[in-house]
T-cell receptor, first 114, second 114 residues
Framework: ETGVTQSPTHLIKTRGQQVTLRCSSQ?????VSWYQQALGQGPQFIFQ???????GRGNFPPRFSGLQFPNYSSELNVNALELDDSALYLC?????????????FGPGTRLLVL | AQSVTQLGSHVSVSEGALVLLRCNYS??????LFWYVQYPNQGLQLLLK??????LVKGINGFEAEFKKSETSFHLTKPSAHMSDAAEYFC????????????FGAGTRLAVHP
């Protein structure tokens, strides 16, 4: 158990809709990262939030956005869903104080876009 | 820029045999290296990590990996495979510092036969 939870576990949406995925980090962790894992591939970095500010972004369009809250929870929002957005979405929390810190992953939310 | 190549998308071993999963990385800065394991329908669990210091790193469940800078490799080994080791294994690299996004390889699926 990593202490990181995600909801919902599964979700089905149709193309063009919007979706919000939620993550609850380990208590005290000030950083959350989101990853997209397509079927049969390794996770790809979407973005990272540090102390409620975006701290870096991967090669994803602006329709992928996020929020981090003071209570160690965070959200990933995806607008105008496309079929290729179907994937497992993972969040990972860490405590960044000095140098590299270990990222602890949640179980993921599996999104299917029809 | 950083990248990870995992040689062999599928590896099959007999129970009790040596497990060797290969990982090569590319990094323009001193790398931090990780191995994560993913069981079916679950998130990622950290097996072990290399940041600095001793190049032979021991992890959970009897796994270990050796950082070889000259070969840009970080192969994962376990002397004796167990049926419960069957899973997907991901090698990842990141840089040092607070912005620590993980770059993952495509993964290696390990099958263990009785």
């Amino acid at each position: 158990e990593t202490g990181v939870t995600q909801s919902p576990t599964h979700l089905i949406k149709t193309r063009g809709q919007q979706v919000t995925l939620r993550c609850s980090s380990q208590s005290g962790h000030n950083t959350v990262s989101w990853y997209q894992q397509a079927l049969g591939q390794g996770p790809q970095f979407i973005f990272q939030y540090y102390r409620e500010e975006e701290n870096g972004r991967g090669n994803f369009p602006p329709r992928f956005s996020g929020l981090q809250f003071p209570n160690y929870s965070s959200e990933l929002n995806v607008n105008a869903l496309e079929l290729d957005d179907s994937a497992l979405y993972l969040c990972a929390s860490s405590l960044v104080s000095s140098g590299q810190e270990t990222q602890y992953f949640g179980p993921g939310t599996r999104l299917l876009v029809l | 820029a950083q990248s990870v190549t995992q040689l062999g998308s599928h590896v099959s071993v007999s129970e009790g045999a040596l497990v060797l999963l290969r990982c090569n990385y590319s990094s323009s800065v001193p790398p931090y290296l990780f191995w994560y394991v993913q069981y079916p329908n679950q998130g990622l669990q950290l097996l072990l990590k290399y940041t600095t210091g001793a190049t032979l790193v021991k992890g959970i469940n009897g796994f270990e990996a050796e950082f070889k800078k000259s070969e840009t490799s970080f192969h994962l080994t376990k002397p004796s495979a167990h049926m419960s080791d069957a899973a997907e294994y991901f090698c990842a690299v990141s840089g040092s510092g607070g912005y620590n996004k993980l770059i993952f390889g495509a993964g290696t699926r390990l099958a263990v036969h009785p």
